[in-house]
């Protein structure tokens, strides 16, 4: 006990603090309690429903849960970025639960495709109108702290590039233009220009600061035949999941509502969805260097119907 309080006294004097002021504060400071710490209360007050029907909340909540996991996800991608001195185990460790937190998603997304009323969904979707998941910023952040912009531009869009594009010029041919832009016309979807009136210019900025140090430009070297399988099956797997495996859960969970008896609702984002959501047409991968030639050419096309 002593000890404990020498290096308290230590660690305030090193402050050039007086140690009995804060010593003395602990005296009245109040007992932590879980509802404080883990803010229940807040949390469970975030749920604001546009409708009556009761299934809208589990669409919300689960949205949340979502958030929370690529909060999780943006955690661990954080600090692989910022130790460029990280060792290839805690390197590895981390990217681990990276894929853990990706499973969890993939796994619970049978919550939204199985766990509500199809009619009902049906109805209180058309009240949240033009918002869209297509507007969570969070998964677009994740994608420029694990890969280059480049990689975000699918095969038929690769051609429009101009040469040397700039970072911001490259944003107006990454896949996610897919889901609003008319090319023809250069107009936007009004879910689209929502978005970017929000989000782009901190886009932009994020993915200057991740040029040279995103998780692609780290290991930009390793091959798919490296010695250090474990590392590049960790990279393989999370590419896997985050690039095929979520999507097409999600596509199969849109398909499910939109498409059941082969109508083809609108999207609330108002996206050609059954097209823009496969991720054999998105060709999203943020380690190229990890797969063959054969391998990419395939990308998901066992899934295409
Ligand atoms: C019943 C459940 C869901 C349905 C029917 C659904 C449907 C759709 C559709 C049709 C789109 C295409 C864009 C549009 O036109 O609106 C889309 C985009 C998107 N949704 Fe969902 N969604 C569901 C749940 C979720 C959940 C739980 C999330 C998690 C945050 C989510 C995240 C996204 C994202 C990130 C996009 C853009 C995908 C991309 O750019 O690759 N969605 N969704």
């Known amino acids: 006990m002593q000890d404990t309080i020498d290096k308290i006294i230590e660690k305030y004097k090193a402050m050039n603090q007086d140690p009995e002021i804060y010593l003395k504060g602990l005296l009245h400071a109040k007992p932590i309690n879980y509802w404080d710490y883990i803010e229940v209360d807040t949390l469970l007050s975030l749920q604001k429903p546009k409708t009556n029907f009761a299934d809208e909340e589990i669409f919300i909540i689960y949205h949340q849960i979502t958030e929370l996991m690529l909060k999780l996800i943006r955690n661990e991608v954080d600090q692989i970025i910022a130790d460029v001195h990280l060792s290839m185990d805690i390197f590895i460790d981390k990217m681990e639960r990276i894929n853990r937190y990706t499973g969890l998603l993939i796994n619970s997304f049978s919550i939204m495709s199985e766990g509500m009323d199809y009619d009902d969904y049906n109805q209180f979707r058309l009240s949240l109108t033009p918002a869209s998941g297509l507007q969570s910023v969070s998964f677009r952040y994740i994608e420029l702290c694990f890969t280059d912009i480049a990689n975000l531009v699918n095969g038929p869009t690769k051609k429009m590039v101009p040469e040397n594009a700039s970072i911001e010029e490259m944003f107006n041919y990454v896949y996610w233009q897919e889901a609003g832009l008319n090319r023809q016309t250069g107009e936007k979807s009004l879910t689209l220009q ?19 140090v995103n998780v692609y430009t780290r290991i930009s070297t390793l091959q798919s035949d490296d010695s250090n399988k474990r ?3 960790t990279l393989r797997k999370f590419d896997r999941l985050y690039n095929i495996k979520w999507p097409l859960v999600h596509l199969s969970t849109a398909q499910a509502y939109l498409n059941k008896k082969g109508e083809n609702k ?40």
């Open 266 to 305: 609108k999207a609330t984002g108002g996206s050609d969805w059954q097209k823009y959501l496969h991720p054999a047409f998105q060709q999203r991968k943020f380690f190229p260097n990890l797969w063959s030639s054969e391998e990419k050419d395939n990308w998901a096309k066992e899934y295409l119907s």
């Open 194 to 212: 929502h978005f970017e009136d929000k989000y782009l210019q901190d886009l932009i900025r994020h993915a200057y600061a991740m040029k040279d």
């Open 231 to 233: 590392l590049v099956e």
